[in-house]
């Protein structure tokens, strides 16, 4: 049997806000050909999907084609419930032990019967349900400000972890005025929701994977703000995120229905470019992002993780800033041997006036090691900018790593 072709370039586009029919598969059959919206089923290579062969070359086909359907239907499953079912047949079959009663073959035909049939019936719910055109321009949609940090931490498998940090203060999620309208059908609830989705781009910018959270936010959420840590793994080369939060109204439709999501009232978006992977190889130190954390006024214990995403100095507390390094290098008695050292700058300070540092050695049996420093801010002054560098020096190897934080003045 000859090699199967790749999948062809796709992109899903969901909207949920519009109804479970309202779900687009796009597909670009060659590097020059425009993406066109395209059955699913398309995204299976023609020539498996085409006459099989015959006898035990047909068999081996078959068996290709399952497993590409799989492949192929799981990711879809994940951004849509609708491809479930295909996904659960496929499943089904290439659990059975093999050879089982059902020919692979025959269990191909019936697979691709049904992801014709469930395309053909999305279409139509599309064109019945979707509308044509659909716009949130006219309506409500205020910008909301989300204040944001991201970090980068390396997995045990070698890929890296990125942490997007954000939070919202209560204020900001006021609704605009003339929003709270009530629909003739519906009645609105208390509070809203509030949507994150964050893009993975490659190096190319070739959308990778697509994440949503959903957060329902209540009236009386004072006046503090929450702040929240959305994970995105999986890299290993350089890559791009691009960020997006929705606030929508909560409606109820009836006295004791679902709830489900209204009219959007605030749309804040953000992107995070150029990111790199951190190093898994070992071939010197490598050295996380620092993650800010509110601290409190005193020492903190280990686990204090509050996230500080804000690009100001907290008003009250101080800041803790943890990070981890990777790939140290054992000396001849079989430890680890490392310096950290940090700088506090004020930017604005007279010239000449000297920033302040500190130095500290450490001993360690292990490669990897996590690290937490604590800025001390009760003497100084929180509306003025800050820049807090960080240096480690691996003193066993020579590496040397920085990473350095900064918060603006307050307005």
Do not use: C
Request: charged share 25%.
């Amino acid at each position: 049997m000859p090699p199967i072709p790749p999948i062809p370039a796709n992109e899903i586009w969901v909207y949920p806000h519009l109804g479970d029919a309202a779900y687009f598969v796009f597909i670009r059959s060659s590097p020059r050909q425009p993406y066109r919206e395209r059955p699913a089923v398309e995204l299976i290579p023609a020539v498996l999907r085409g006459r099989s062969a015959r006898g035990e070359a047909g068999l081996g086909q078959a068996r290709a084609l399952l497993a590409v359907l799989e492949e192929v239907y799981g990711q879809l499953a994940l951004a849509h419930p609708a491809f479930g079912g295909v996904y659960d047949a496929v499943t089904t079959y290439n659990a059975l032990p093999y050879p089982s009663a059902l020919r692979p073959d025959r269990a191909v035909r019936s697979v691709l019967q049904q992801a014709r049939e469930e395309d053909s019936a999305a279409a139509w719910r599309r064109a019945q349900q979707v509308p044509p055109v659909y716009t949130a321009a006219a309506g409500p949609g205020d910008p909301l400000a989300v204040p944001m940090r991201w970090a980068r931490f390396l997995e045990a498998d070698g890929t890296t972890r990125t942490e997007v940090y954000w939070g919202v203060e209560a204020s900001a999620l006021q609704p605009p005025d003339g929003a709270l309208q009530e629909d003739p059908d519906t009645s609105a609830v208390p509070g809203s929701l509030l949507s994150m989705s964050v893009a993975r781009y490659d190096d190319g910018y070739r959308l990778q994977a697509l994440q949503h959270r959903h957060y329902l936010t209540p009236a009386d959420a004072g006046d503090g703000a929450a702040t929240r840590t959305f994970v995105v793994r999986g890299d290993t080369g350089r890559y791009h995120l691009g960020v997006q939060w929705e606030q929508r109204r909560v409606l109820r439709a009836g006295e004791a229905g679902p709830l489900e999501p209204g009219a959007r009232l605030k749309l804040g978006t953000a992107r995070i470019d150029s990111l790199t992977a951190l190093d898994p190889t070992g071939r010197r130190m490598e050295m996380s992002d620092l993650r800010p954390m509110i601290a409190g006024e005193a020492a903190p214990p280990a686990d204090t993780t509050a996230v500080y995403p804000f690009a100001t100095l907290p008003r009250h507390g101080n800041l803790a800033f943890y990070f981890e390094l990777y790939h140290l290098a054992y000396d001849a008695d079989g430890r680890t041997r490392y310096t950290i050292a940090y700088r506090i700058l004020r930017p604005d300070a007279p010239d000449g006036r000297a920033p302040t540092s500190a130095r500290t050695r450490y001993r360690s049996d292990a490669q990897r090691v996590a690290e937490t420093i604590v800025l001390d801010l009760t003497a100084v002054d929180r509306r003025r900018p800050l820049t807090l560098t960080v240096h480690v020096v691996d003193e066993v190897s020579g590496a040397e790593a920085v990473r350095s934080i900064s918060f603006a003045a307050a307005r």
